[in-house]
Every structure is written in C-alpha cells, then in structure tokens.
C-alpha cells in the first residue's frame, strides 16, 4: 500500500484534503481477508508472515501460538454474541501488547511471531489481563464456583472449569519447509501442552518448546539427516496409531532409494494402516534381494487382508528363509482363503514351519486341524504366540469338546504363565457363550484361579465362571469383592447371568469407581426382579442419574426404562 502526495491528487481535484493510497491487488486481498470480528491480519497475511519473518535460515524470531481453554463450553452457556466479547477483547489486548506481528487464524485461535527474548513478558501479560476479566465473563454465581456445568461434545453432562489460556512457542531449527507445517507442529504442541504445561495463572498454560527437534513428522520421515532409528521409529508409531495422514509419504518411502530397514518399517506400518492403496506397492516386495523386506512385505499383505493376495504369497512357502516362511504361512492363515489350503498342507513335511501350517490350516477352518489345537496348545515346545494364535482360534471355531480338552490341559497346569492363561479363560468363555451350554464338572482347580496374583487372570475367570452355570456363583461372588476394579466390573458385569442376584447387583451401586457403578446399573436391567421390589429398584436408580459419570447416568436411565416398561401403577 503506497501513499499518494497531496498535490498530485489536488492537480485532479482541487478542494481535496487528506490523505490517498493506492492500494494494490495484494493489498486488497490481505484487507479482505482480515478477521471481521477483531480486524486482526487472517490466514493469508499470518501465512507472509511466517515465510518472510520465521522461515528465513537465521531468524531469530519465534512463533507464538495461543487459545481459549474451554471457550466452546463458555460460547454454548452464554452465547456466541458474549463469546464474540471474550474473543474480541483479548484480540484487543493481543493487538496493543504483542511486539511483532499479530494475527487472527479464526475462532479463538491467534498467532504472533515475535523476537524470543519478548515472549516471557508477553505471556505473563495476556495471561494476567485475560485472568482480570473473567469476572466480567461469567455471572457472580459461576465465577465463585470456579466452573459452569453443561455438555460436551458427545452430550455428556460435564463441569467445565472458567476460562484460560494455552499459549505455546517454538523457534526455527530449519525443519520446517512450509507454513502449514508450522501450523501443524504448533496444533500438536498445543495438545501436549494442555496435558503437560506449566501452568501459570488460573487455568492458563504456557509450553515453549526449547529443543532443536522441531520438523514435522513428515520432514523427519524425509531427512536423512534425522538418525535411522528415529525415523524407523516414527513409522512404525504411525502405523499403530492409523495416522492415514502420511500414507502417501509411506509408500513414497518404498519407491526411493532409502535404507532397507527404513523400507521395513514403512511396510509394517502399511500393513498395520490396512493400506489398500499400497497392495501393489508391497507385493513388488515379495522378491526383493533382503529377507528382511521379503518377510515385512508379507506381513503387511497378511494385515491388509486381501483375499487375492494369497496367490502372491503362496510361492514364498518355499522361501529359502525360514523366517520369510514362517511369514507366508501366518499371513495365508490370517488371509483365510480355503484355495490356500493345499499349499499350506504341503508345508506339513516342513519341519521348521510344521506347527505355523497346523495353526494357519486351522483358522482357515480345516475341521481336522482346528480339533487338533488342543495337542498343539498342551505343547511345552510351542512358542507362546503360536498358542495365543491357536487359542483365538478355538474361541472363534471350537466346538464345547475341544473346549473341555484345552480346559483339562489347564487343571493340569499345561498351560502356564498370565497372559496364556488368562487368554485361554476367554476362549473357553467364547466357546461356552456361543455353544449355549456350560461346560460339565469344571475341575475344582479352575476356581482356584479366583486367588490369582494376577488381575488379567482374575477378571477373565470372572468372565469364565459367569457363563460355567451354578458352579460359577460363588466364585463369582468372590471376584465381586476384588480389589481390583477392572475385576470387580467384570464380575459385577457377569451377574447378568444370574437373574435371581439382583439385591446382590444393587450393593454395587454404591461402589467407589465409576467403572463399577456402571457395570452394576446396567447389569440390573437383566435381573428377575419381583414386581413388588421394581419401585425400590428404579429408585435406587434414580439417584444414579445424578452421578457425575455420564456413562453411570445413562445406564442407569435405560435400566429404568427397561424395568419400569409394563409396571403397572400400585400408587
């Protein structure tokens, strides 16, 4: 925007007074796209900005990136018109205090990119001025409370605390390459903030970031200046957390010349992100020189589960690697194709993959294979993942006497160690749920369980000894009373089973955790309750609806629903 002199516009118009611009189309632009509510610079200015004063090599000025907590609670109690208040006088105060450049991203976001040594005072400002006017925000009665009660996002009643500030900054290490990137490192600073800031006023939280390692996941997936075990490292973590964000960037690794064990982590985490789009990718894999890439290219077709993919697996059965076998084998079984079948039983002759093809032929659901899961898993020479396999399998296909055989193998202690043990108890409460009916003459020793150390063992026999029948109930009982939360929900959860135990369910109603409080009020719909105690019932329901819990009050709304639905009126 360029200022005019006053006597070239009195030339054309000689009782002009004042001042001229000739405003450019640019300028026009950027005055267009300031924020309407606070006249502060929008995106496309805060974008300039960011490329001329803090992506330049060298710059010494730091983003500054800040919102309102609880602002969306405060906007649905109040109003957007007492929301637009708030917003605008912080922008006001943001405008008048901040040293550098000031801008608006929307809402109740604002950005600001400042010399480093100026950001302490700035945030200790805005932080005290916002805190200064919450008395003026709220009414007298929320303000002394500290809080306003209202929904969140899921229309869960909740008490939300009085507004505050999240303010976090960051300078430049070189690893950013664009203003989005910046945008988004500074969305995931402020999330980690929130969990782990400082804070320094009221419910205000300030989280500058002082390490050098500032890319974006994608510049540290793509520098290979970044240590190979990080790199790896952030793969994999995307993969297991399904960030589809960055599959592009997954299968570009796979296209470029990167170190091989880069290209197997970007292949787990294909597999483990069920990319479909990266199907052909993979396969080119399956002959690739290093058993490394050969055996995590199979891995992933197996996750990914495309039937079509078994006849590209198949050939790798015969793999002069054992590992890559072991691989071709799994992913076959995972895959679930009968055509496969064959192939797989051809591998029996195989010793190194004999038990892998037994396991693998089972869950593609060969009878004979599945009835002998019981043998495999009583097995001492068996690794512990090939049983947890087996054991899936059992609970999904088998049938109540191949159950009552795995259930001997534990009475007898074949079975051994927490994690076994406790998956086996699930399996054999899937078999026992979907065939019906209970196992007979459970051996005494399997309630032994009851006194576990372990509390996995413990709350998978409370699932177990609330589908094994009368047998079942006192144990059950017993795992009602366990110290362990997760335990007693579970127990109190298994009760269903027992509709006669309805006073015994309503003693739960009282319990400390939330979780079992939950498990109580929502077991109760299932119970045989008299007519003549369905009044005292829904009334010791009612007072759950008040729980601070929304997952308590909601159950214990339905359980009344169902209860009540019929009950006639006794006055």
């Keep these: 925007m360029k200022k005019v002199k006053q006597e070239a516009i009195r030339k054309i118009i000689p009782e002009f007074e004042g001042a001229a611009y000739i405003l450019t189309e640019e300028d026009l632009f950027f005055q267009q796209s300031r924020s309407a509510l606070t006249g502060l610079p929008g995106n496309p200015e805060i974008e300039k900005a960011i490329k001329e004063r803090f992506l330049k090599n060298g710059s010494p000025d730091i983003v500054v990136y800040f919102d309102i907590n609880n602002f969306k609670a405060y906007n649905d109690v109040y109003g957007f018109m007492k929301g637009d208040i708030v917003i605008k006088t912080l ?6 205090t901040a040293s550098g ?20 005072s700035f945030a200790d400002d805005i932080l005290r001025f916002f805190d200064s006017k919450l008395k003026v925000f709220y009414s007298a009665d929320d303000f002394e409370r500290g809080a306003i009660v209202t929904f969140d996002r899921e229309g869960r009643r909740k008490m939300f ?14 690893g950013f390459s664009s203003p989005s990137e910046v945008g988004e490192f500074a969305a995931r600073l402020k999330k980690i903030a929130k969990l782990s800031g400082k804070r320094r006023i009221g419910n205000s939280v300030v989280f500058r970031r002082e390490d050098v390692n500032l890319m974006s996941m994608a510049s540290v997936l793509k520098d290979a200046a970044t240590p190979l075990e990080v790199r790896r490292a952030v793969c994999e973590a995307l993969g297991s957390a399904g960030d589809y964000s960055y599959e592009k960037i997954l299968i570009g690794i796979l296209n470029s010349r990167e170190n091989i064990f880069l290209k197997k982590s970007a292949l787990y985490a294909l597999g483990k992100l069920r990319s479909v789009e990266a199907v052909s990718e993979i396969a080119r894999f399956l002959k690739n020189p290093s058993a490394h890439l050969r055996m995590r290219a199979v891995e992933a077709l197996g996750e990914i589960g495309k039937a079509e993919s078994a006849s590209r697996i198949i050939p790798l059965l015969d793999d002069g690697n054992v590992f890559v076998r072991r691989s071709a084998v799994a992913a076959l079984g995972r895959l679930g194709s009968s055509s496969s079948a064959g192939a797989l039983e051809r591998k029996l002759d195989d010793s190194s993959v004999r038990n892998d093809a037994i396991v693998a032929l089972a869950s593609i659901g060969v009878k004979d294979f599945v009835d002998g899961l019981p043998v495999l898993i009583a097995n001492d020479t068996i690794s512990d993942n090939l049983k947890l396999t087996a054991l899936e399998i059992v609970g999904q296909k088998g049938s109540r006497k191949i159950a009552g055989l795995v259930l001997e193998s534990l009475a007898s202690s074949k079975i051994r160690g927490s994690r076994l043990v406790s998956r086996t108890l699930t399996a054999l409460s899937a078999v026992i749920e979907r065939e019906g009916n209970p196992i007979p003459e459970i051996p005494r020793k399997i309630f032994s369980l009851a006194d576990s150390r372990s509390w996995k063992i413990r709350a998978a026999a409370a699932r177990f000894f609330s589908v094994c029948g009368v047998e079942g109930i006192a144990a059950l009982k017993k795992l009602c009373r366990d110290f362990s939360e997760a335990v007693r929900s579970r127990a109190v959860s298994g009760l269903r089973y027992f509709p006669g135990e ?70």
């Design 101 to 120: 450049f000031a801008g608006h991203i929307g809402g109740d976001d604002f950005v600001a990119i400042m010399e480093a040594e100026k950001f302490d």
């Design 161 to 174: 605390p009085l507004m505050g500030i999240t303010v976090v900054a960051f300078g430049n290490s070189g």
């Design 91 to 96: 922008a006001d105060y943001f405008r008048k």
């Design 502 to 571: 309805f006073l015994f369910v309503l003693e739960f109603f009282a319990d400390f955790s939330p979780q079992v409080r939950f498990a109580a009020a929502d077991t109760i719909k299932f119970m045989k309750i008299p007519p003549e105690r369905k009044k005292f019932v829904t009334a010791k329901l009612r007072l759950l609806l008040k729980d601070l819990s929304y997952e308590v009050s909601s159950a214990a709304a339905k359980s009344i629903i169902k209860i009540t639905a019929g009950m006639e009126d006794r006055g």
